[in-house]
């Protein structure tokens, strides 16, 4: 089983930066695809950026991408997004995802409890 932690989140401004972290355990991780879904109030969990277990093939969603980017360090068993040029749209709270390869992806088995990021404007 695998456990999931996200850290980094906070209030920030628009046109600012900031750099999410998702610390997990488990040696399994090293394996997982990961990645990372938000949820704004009244809204769907949508998906933000993904990353396979290499960490040579990135995802990301339309709306981010150019000013988003994930990444990933399997020595240290940790997910990072770095979020650049943020506005208000991309409020909401932040959850790590994990899991083991599917048709050219990955799983979504194991979750964080977010991190919240809030973006004024």
């Known amino acids: 089983q695998v456990q999931l932690v996200e850290s980094g989140g906070g209030l920030v401004q628009a046109g600012g930066s900031l750099r999410l972290s998702c610390a997990a355990s488990g040696r399994t991780f090293s394996r997982y695809g990961a990645g990372w879904f938000r949820q704004a109030p009244g809204r769907e969990r949508e998906f933000v950026a993904g990353i396979e277990w290499a960490g040579t093939s990135t995802r990301y969603a339309d709306s981010v991408n150019g000013r988003f980017t994930i990444s990933r360090d399997n020595a240290k068993n940790t997910v990072y997004l770095q979020m650049n040029s943020l506005n208000p749209e991309d409020t909401g709270v932040y959850y790590c995802?994990?899991?083991?390869?599917?048709?050219?992806?990955?799983?979504?088995?194991?979750w964080g409890q977010g991190t919240q990021v809030t973006v004024s404007s």
């Open positions: 995802a994990a899991g083991p390869p599917v048709n050219f992806w990955f799983r979504h088995d194991y």
